[in-house]
């Protein structure tokens, strides 16, 4: 029991570097890349929150970005392995095409979510604790404080420019 917790908690650490580094390379923090997008960061920022990182959290709500892409990798890989996974990036490609997003951090983010899950399968970690570790870890940017989550992902994101 106590393994599996360790396995979830570090699932989660490695899923939030994951989807976090892509959604930065691919600039989600600077504008809102789907409707939506834009008034939840306002939103956000009205509470005292901060804007860039108000907008990467919108953009992680309103459209399958790197945590879905993650999140969905994970539950392929659990099913079927690496096709599994990459079934999965598919249909994140499909779901960002139907909400008009024109980004490819989701797409990109279940690819190498697929390979990073199943790697660490091999090193004795299941895929299922990805499946937790990444709810834990979108929890953890969008349920607990937005007002703190904003401001670190905008600083966090502050090392593109």
Known sequence: MLNELIHILAA???SWALFVTIDILFRLPEAGGVSGASAIAEDITKGG?????????????CSPDASAGTLLAACGVYV?????????????????????DPGYAGTTG?????FVVYGFTLAGFAAS?????TVVAIL??????HVHASALLTRLSRWRS
């Open 12 to 14: 989660a650490i490695i």
């Open 49 to 61: 929150g901060s804007l860039h990182g108000g907008t990467m959290m919108g953009n992680i709500v």
């Open 80 to 100: 079927a392995g690496i096709p599994g996974g990459l079934a999965a990036a598919v249909l994140v490609y499909i779901g960002n095409r139907i909400c008009h």
């Open 110 to 114: 279940a690819v190498i979510a697929t």
């Open 129 to 133: 604790d990805f499946i937790a570790g």
């Open 140 to 145: 953890a940017i969008q349920g607990i404080s």
